[in-house]
């Protein structure tokens, strides 16, 4: 494995393989052919178009185009193409998150191949031998990366929520983090790639952050996603990042970027101007 590898790993995706979603005029979203070839035959408002899925009927209200993507979602776990719907809405956005356009279910947004966003957060604490950050292990249980290790906090950012507020909810419900010391983390950076799944796309923008925590707090999980908390020093984070794959494939990024702004990983590392480009990738 090398940083790089990671940063690779997160942008595998084949631009032949997708085909564009368009709602009036605008690129929201890409779809897999065989997806789109099953959203024709669902609704008639649905028709392919110069190699483009164009939704034609959609409704011109905010409202109405999300209370229609609401069935198609209710739909789409009926027929099987999600196990699950979220119950929390992501934005449907032809670039930024408040040029919505309509908001969708969390668990369809890849079958849609629209643009997510996330925040993650690396809460760190300065000791006598150098940083140490609080690496989190998710539980055994998750449907996506059991038993991988995460960022100390890290969760999607829902519709009507700003920035401020979602993460503090995220730092008090993933590590009990309390809001009056949530407030003092730092907005960092943003990282994006784009990466294909078995569901469709992912093409996310994922807001990071950086927390100095006290040496004598420890992170304690508030819900089922997180079996358990460890302190690492950084050199012990930076070798399992740059020689496994022990961590959940796009928290690797978040701290690869941390690395970089710390200054631990410098311009005399060989891959320094690639990593600080590529984990900024162009968004389809």
């Not at 979602?73 to 027929?79: A, G, M, S």
């Not at 292990?137 to 100390?152: E, F």
């Not at 929520?161 to 590590?175: F, H, V, Y």
């Not at 996310?204 to 040496?215: F, G, I, R, S, T």
């Amino acid at each position: 494995m090398s940083f790089i590898a990671h940063i690779d790993a997160c942008n595998r995706w084949e631009p032949s393989a997708f085909m564009p979603l368009i709602l009036a005029g605008e690129r929201v979203g890409w779809v897999r052919p065989e997806f789109a070839e099953y959203l024709t035959q669902l609704s008639s408002d649905f028709v392919l178009e110069q190699q483009c899925c164009c939704w034609q009927q959609a409704p011109a209200d905010f409202d109405q185009r999300s209370a229609v993507m609401a069935q198609l979602c209710q739909q789409l776990q009926r027929d099987g193409w999600v196990p699950q719907l979220h119950g929390e809405l992501y934005p449907v956005t032809p670039n930024e998150r408040h040029q919505a356009r309509l908001v969708i279910d969390r668990g369809c947004a890849p079958c849609f191949g629209v643009r997510a966003f996330g925040q993650h957060l690396n809460g760190y604490v300065r000791t006598a031998n150098g940083l140490a950050l609080w690496v989190p292990r998710r539980a055994a249980d998750r449907r996506h990366y059991p038993d991988h290790y995460d960022n100390t906090v890290a969760g999607g950012l829902p519709w009507g929520l700003s920035l401020r507020a979602n993460l503090a909810k995220e730092c008090w419900e993933e590590a009990s983090i309390p809001a009056t010391l949530a407030e003092q983390a730092r907005s960092v950076s943003a990282i994006s790639y784009c990466h294909a799944t078995e569901r469709g796309l992912k093409p996310d923008v994922m807001y990071c952050y950086d927390l100095e925590l006290p040496a004598d707090f420890i992170p304690q999980c508030n819900d089922d996603e997180v079996a358990g908390f460890e302190l690492w020093s950084i050199e012990q984070v930076m070798d399992r990042v740059r020689t496994t794959t022990q961590f959940k494939l796009n928290c690797n990024l978040v701290i690869i970027d941390f690395l970089i702004r710390h200054g631990l990983i410098d311009p005399d590392t060989p891959e320094y101007l690639t990593l600080i480009t590529r984990l900024r990738s162009p968004l389809p």
